[in-house]
């Protein structure tokens, strides 16, 4: 008994002494430098959300709109094979998008479908509720549907940011594609 004692001082000692010898990140992580990762996260978000026009909605808002029937499109911008068919967010139709920024519309990066075939989705009630979401926060598929739908003169558009990540964190069910 008193030798496990006496170990477990000296692993507490050992520790107090890395404690004070090596920096705070090496030894506990840096709580500082994750909070400056945190910050350039959000201010992305941010930013992105300025320049595309739209809103955005988080997890629980969500699953109390499906909850209470809203009427509503949700798309989900992920590729159909790796992610869409495996899960995704009930009632969501899926419309690939690529992740980087699409200042211009490529059919080479949304597997051959155009503006058209975006616009006839979307349909036309400009005042229709659009949620778009893609993978988790920094993805920014979710980005490029809300800007384009804004462009396009739609008004009710949310991104959801968390995306599929964060549907699935908070244990909400999914679907699959059949």
Known sequence: MRMGKSVLKMFLVAGLVAAMTTP????LGNK??????????????????????YDVVATEELKQ?????????IVDTMPYEDSYKKQHVPGAV???????????????????KTLDDFKKLLGSDK???????????KCTRSHNGAAWAVKLGYKNVYRYPGGIFAWKGADFPIETAQ
Do not use: H, S
Not at 100 to 105: F, G, L, R
Not at 127 to 137: A, E, K, T, W
């Open 32 to 53: 500082f430098e994750r909070e400056v990762e945190k910050e350039a996260g959000a201010v992305k978000l941010v930013r992105e959300i300025q320049r595309g026009g």
């Open 24 to 27: 705070a990140g090496a030894f």
């Open 127 to 137: 005042d229709r509720l659009i949620v778009i979401y893609c993978g988790f926060v």
């Open 94 to 112: 899926q419309f690939l998008l690529p992740i980087p920024d699409m200042k211009e519309w490529d059919t080479k990066q949304t597997a051959g």
């Open 65 to 73: 709109w499906i909850n209470a029937g809203k009427q509503m499109l």
